[in-house]
C-alpha cells in the first residue's frame, strides 16, 4: 500500500497534536522507507532493476528486515523510544507504535507477502500485488476515501477551515498514488507506451520510488498545515 499509509498520519497529527506532522508521515512510511534503505545496502534486492519494466504483478523483493513479522517486534520498540525521546511523550510513542502496527496489517490486506521471517517462513499477508493487484488497488483506494472522509469531517466538527483548493490539493496527493498503482498494475510502462530499451544510468526502480513517495510526503507537509480555525 503507497497512498493509503499516508492517510493514518493524518489522523494521527488530528487526534494527537503534540507530535509533529512530518513525524507521523515518516513514522507511517517506516517500513518502506527501510526498504528502500536495506535495497542499497544488498539485504533487500528489488526486481525487476528497470522502472519501466516494473509492475505490481511482476515486483519481486523478500523484504525480510523491514516488513517481516520478528523485525516488526524490533521497530514497534524503536518507534517507541523515538517518538518518547523526540516528545517527550509516551502516548506519542504509543501512536508510534499504532502507526507501524497500522502499517503492517494494511500490507497484509493490501501489498507484497510478508512473512515471519522470511521466504521459507510461514506467510504474513495475502499477496494481493502479485495475485490480484487491481484487488489490492481497490481495497486501498476505499480505504483512503474512507479515512479522508473521516478526516476532513473530523476537522469540519474543530471548526477548522479549508479552501477548496486547498482540499483539492491534498486529495490529489493520493489520487495520485492510487492512479499511479493503476497505470502499473499489471502493464509496465515500456509496455504502455512502446519504450525502448536503454539506461541512461536513472531509470532504475528504486528511484523512481523514491521521488514518489518523497514528492507526496512533501506536498502533504506542506498543504495540511495551511488552514483557519474559526475563533
Given at each position: 500500500m503507497l497512498a493509503g499509509h499516508f492517510t493514518t498520519a493524518l489522523i494521527a497529527k488530528q487526534k494527537f497534536q503534540k507530535g509533529a506532522l512530518l513525524y507521523f508521515l515518516i513514522i507511517s512510511q517506516l517500513q518502506d522507507l527501510l526498504w528502500f534503505t536495506f535495497h542499497y545496502l544488498g539485504l533487500?534486492?528489488?526486481?525487476?532493476?528497470?522502472?519501466?519494466?516494473?509492475?505490481?504483478?511482476?515486483?519481486?523483493?523478500?523484504?525480510?528486515?523491514?516488513?517481516?513479522?520478528?523485525?516488526?517486534?524490533?521497530?514497534?520498540?524503536?518507534?517507541?523510544?523515538?517518538?518518547?525521546?523526540?516528545?517527550?511523550?509516551?502516548?506519542?510513542?504509543?501512536?508510534?507504535?499504532?502507526?507501524?502496527?497500522?502499517h503492517f496489517v494494511l500490507d497484509f490486506l493490501s501489498g507484497h507477502m510478508h512473512h515471519l521471517f522470511g521466504a521459507n517462513t510461514m506467510e504474513a499477508g495475502l499477496g494481493l500485488y502479485a495475485s490480484s493487484p487491481y484487488l489490492a488497488i481497490f481495497i486501498e483506494a476505499i480505504f483512503s476515501i474512507v479515512v479522508l472522509w473521516y478526516f476532513f469531517r473530523e476537522e469540519a466538527k474543530k471548526g477548522i477551515i479549508r479552501t477548496t483548493k486547498n482540499k483539492t490539493a491534498i486529495i490529489s496527493v493520493f489520487a495520485y498514488g492510487i492512479v499511479f498503482m493503476l497505470l502499473i498494475a499489471t502493464r509496465s510502462f515500456r509496455d504502455l507506451f512502446n519504450i525502448p530499451e536503454f539506461d541512461l544510468g536513472f531509470n532504475t526502480n528504486m528511484p523512481t520510488l523514491i521521488f514518489t513517495y518523497g514528492t507526496m510526503l512533501y506536498c502533504l507537509n506542506y498543504f495540511v498545515p495551511k488552514f483557519k480555525t474559526i475563533k
Open positions: 533487500e534486492p528489488t526486481d525487476p532493476s528497470d522502472a519501466f519494466d516494473a509492475t505490481l504483478h511482476n515486483m519481486a523483493v523478500d523484504m525480510l528486515y523491514s516488513h517481516d513479522l520478528l523485525p516488526l517486534l524490533f521497530w514497534l520498540a524503536f518507534v517507541f523510544s523515538i517518538g518518547k525521546l523526540l516528545f517527550k511523550s509516551t502516548q506519542i510513542g504509543l501512536v508510534s507504535m499504532a502507526l507501524v502496527s497500522i
